[in-house]
């Protein structure tokens, strides 16, 4: 993994699984610590990008929701797209990686290809900036997604990482997600500067990794 201008970077580890179908509930509070025996995991991936009129205000909503779930098992990656680049404003987090990831997920499920939006392990998807259905999403992620211990260890050596890792588990159908991050970096919309409220903006990541 190429780490050359990349300043503040941090290896994101998350586990994606292949999970029954969520059971959403109305919640109009912050959810207590009410996890089940299988402590589950919440992660949000933002589609969004500095071209976007839309984005800001799920961008700042991420950071309020990083502070919210700030003791639970939340993780929030931002991944910067590319077809707005176009426009007249180029997004310099911006890949084509990180739009491709998008398409897939348009493909698996079913959905449009927008911004800013924000899908949550992988199985839910909507509008990034609908406060009722990010907390609905997580809330019941942590209730009902299973997570599975995974042994990390990780080297810089130069311009390389090197990650081990080992787990109990043998399913062949789970992949281990590996994302470089980039922390606190300084937004710039077309017609505002903001300073990222999301602490990790995806630059890196590799999925193809499965359990043997």
């Given at each position: 993994?190429?780490?050359?201008?990349?300043?503040?970077?941090?290896?994101?580890?998350?586990l994606?699984?292949?999970?029954?179908?969520?059971?959403?509930?109305?919640?109009?509070?912050?959810?207590?610590?009410?996890?089940?025996?299988?402590?589950?995991?919440?992660?949000l991936?933002?589609?969004?990008?500095?071209?976007?009129?839309?984005?800001?205000?799920?961008?700042?909503l991420m950071?309020?929701?990083?502070?919210?779930?700030?003791?639970?098992?939340?993780?929030?990656?931002?991944?910067?797209?590319?077809?707005?680049?176009?426009?007249?404003?180029?997004?310099k987090?911006?890949?084509?990686?990180?739009s491709?990831?998008?398409?897939?997920?348009?493909?698996?499920?079913?959905?449009?290809?927008?911004?800013?939006?924000?899908?949550?392990?992988?199985?839910?998807?909507?509008?990034g900036?609908?406060?009722n259905?990010?907390?609905?999403?997580?809330?019941?992620?942590?209730?009902?997604?299973?997570?599975?211990?995974?042994?990390?260890?990780?080297?810089?050596l130069?311009?390389?990482?090197?990650?081990?890792?080992?787990?109990?588990?043998n399913?062949?159908?789970?992949?281990?997600?590996?994302?470089?991050?980039?922390?606190?970096?300084?937004?710039?919309?077309?017609k505002?500067?903001?300073?990222?409220?999301?602490?990790?903006?995806?630059?890196?990541?590799?999925?193809?990794?499965?359990?043997?």
């Amino acid at each position: 993994m190429i780490l050359k201008n990349l300043i503040g970077t941090a290896a994101f580890v998350a586990l994606m699984f292949t999970v029954s179908a969520f059971v959403y509930s109305n919640k109009t509070e912050k959810p207590q610590n009410n996890l089940t025996e299988n402590n589950g995991f919440a992660v949000l991936e933002l589609f969004t990008s500095e071209g976007c009129s839309s984005c800001p205000p799920a961008d700042q909503l991420m950071g309020e929701i990083e502070k919210l779930y700030k003791d639970q098992p939340v993780y929030i990656l931002a991944y910067h797209v590319d077809y707005w680049n176009n426009l007249g404003w180029k997004d310099k987090f911006s890949s084509v990686e990180n739009s491709r990831r998008q398409q897939y997920y348009s493909r698996t499920l079913r959905s449009q290809v927008y911004t800013p939006q924000l899908v949550v392990n992988g199985k839910k998807e909507f509008v990034g900036s609908d406060r009722n259905n990010v907390e609905d999403a997580i809330e019941n992620a942590l209730f009902n997604s299973k997570n599975f211990p995974v042994d990390l260890s990780a080297k810089a050596l130069d311009k390389e990482i090197n990650v081990n890792y080992k787990t109990a588990e043998n399913n062949s159908q789970n992949k281990l997600l590996i994302t470089l991050v980039e922390k606190n970096p300084l937004l710039m919309y077309k017609k505002v500067k903001m300073k990222a409220v999301i602490c990790n903006i995806g630059r890196l990541f590799i999925s193809k990794i499965k359990f043997l």
